[in-house]
């Protein structure tokens, strides 16, 4: 039997994707686990564990471990990817070697406990990679290059925003405001507009179907059922794409900000690089129809949709386990 000895863990807020070499996603799950208020057991992860999100009994609590990039729950993260890693390795006892995403600008606390959770669910040896770097390496960017190349990565818990070059990351912001962020507000924009209590599952399928966060020729509706706040009963309302905008708007503006101000932070010759070379867009955040037009509005650069934005970080990792050596230096 062949076992699997290197993986890559994108341990996302909203999702979690295991990765083999040559970009081979071996799982790709919600981050989200169930767990028993009485006894602390696990009892469901992923999938299964999302749909009991706003749905599970008196006893049972369906929880989130990570948020804003990094580990809120501790023993919960590790229940999780032991089980993922279970799933990802088909192999209960090989311990594999695992190169694991992190938020950039995270504390060496935060990072010791991302290290000793990934070791405690069962790999043998544990490495750290920027995610920012991730997300370039896994859009394509040749980030050995002595030229600058900018990314943003918007993903479910934070968005990141990197100059990278000669193999480093030159400028860098992270910002908890991602795609999490943007279901709430969605939420509490229809529960003020229209007095209608949803929940951010609801928000989530609203966002994907008509989010639009630059003016459409044609404008997309939808219907969104939840609670009548005032009523109590069920009741179903017409929701726009021009509403959605607004409910996105002041997230966007901090996002457009963070862009602009690592742009000026940046060094004159890599800023006129990115000027030629255009700004690449990746993380589940790059699927919101618009956001690259509106980007390029506020920077008159080019922007750039990453070939696969929801897995350029996964892809990016994969590209790293490749050259586990000689990327040693990117790794903490």
């Known amino acids: 039997m ?7 863990i994108d341990l996302g807020t909203s999702n979690t994707i295991i990765t083999g070499k040559n970009r081979e996603i071996l ?38 471990p990570i948020k804003e990039g990094v580990i809120a729950n501790f023993n919960v993260t590790v229940a999780m990817l032991k089980s993922f890693i279970k799933r990802a390795t088909k192999s ?17 606390v935060e990072k010791r406990a991302v290290k000793e959770a990934t070791l405690a669910a069962g790999a043998k040896e544990v490495f750290l990679l920027e995610s920012p770097m991730a997300a370039a390496i896994g ?28 193999g480093g990351i030159v400028q860098s912001a992270s910002l908890k405001i991602a795609g999490n962020v943007f279901d709430e507000n969605i939420v509490a924009y ?30 997309l509706e939808t219907s969104v059922r939840g609670r009548d706040i005032v009523t109590g009963l069920p009741k179903d309302v ?3 794409s021009v509403e959605i905008r607004e409910a996105l708007k002041e997230c966007l503006e901090q996002i457009l900000d963070g862009v602009k101000s690592v742009l000026e932070k940046t ?3 890599l800023a006129a690089d990115i000027f030629d070379s255009g700004i690449v867009l990746s993380g589940g955040g790059a699927t919101l129809m618009g956001l690259g037009k509106l980007i390029e509005k506020i920077t008159e650069i080019k922007v750039y949709i990453a070939e696969s934005p929801m897995e350029s970080v996964a892809f990016g990792v994969s590209k790293a386990l490749d050259e586990i050596d000689t990327m040693r230096a990117l790794m903490s």
Do not use: H, Q
């Open 238 to 240: 017409t929701i726009t």
């Open 267 to 269: 060094p004159p010759e």
């Open 2 to 8: 062949n076992f699997i000895k290197e993986i890559g």
């Open 92 to 108: 209960p006892l090989f311990k594999p070697r695992a190169v694991v995403c992190i938020p950039s600008l995270i504390t060496e």
């Open 139 to 166: 859009s394509g960017i040749e980030v050995n290059r002595p030229y600058g190349s900018m990314i943003v990565d918007v993903g479910g818990g934070i968005t990141e925003i990197a100059v990278v070059s000669l």
């Open 27 to 64: 799982l790709n799950e919600p981050t989200v686990a169930a767990v028993d208020e009485n006894t602390g057991k696990l009892v469901a992860v992923g999938t299964e564990a999302k749909e009991m999100l706003g749905r599970t009994p008196t006893g049972l609590i369906a929880v989130c």
């Open 190 to 219: 229809i529960k003020k507009k229209s007095n209608l209590n949803i929940g951010e599952i609801t928000a989530e399928d609203v966002k994907k179907k008509i989010g639009a966060v630059y003016p459409l020729k044609e404008e």
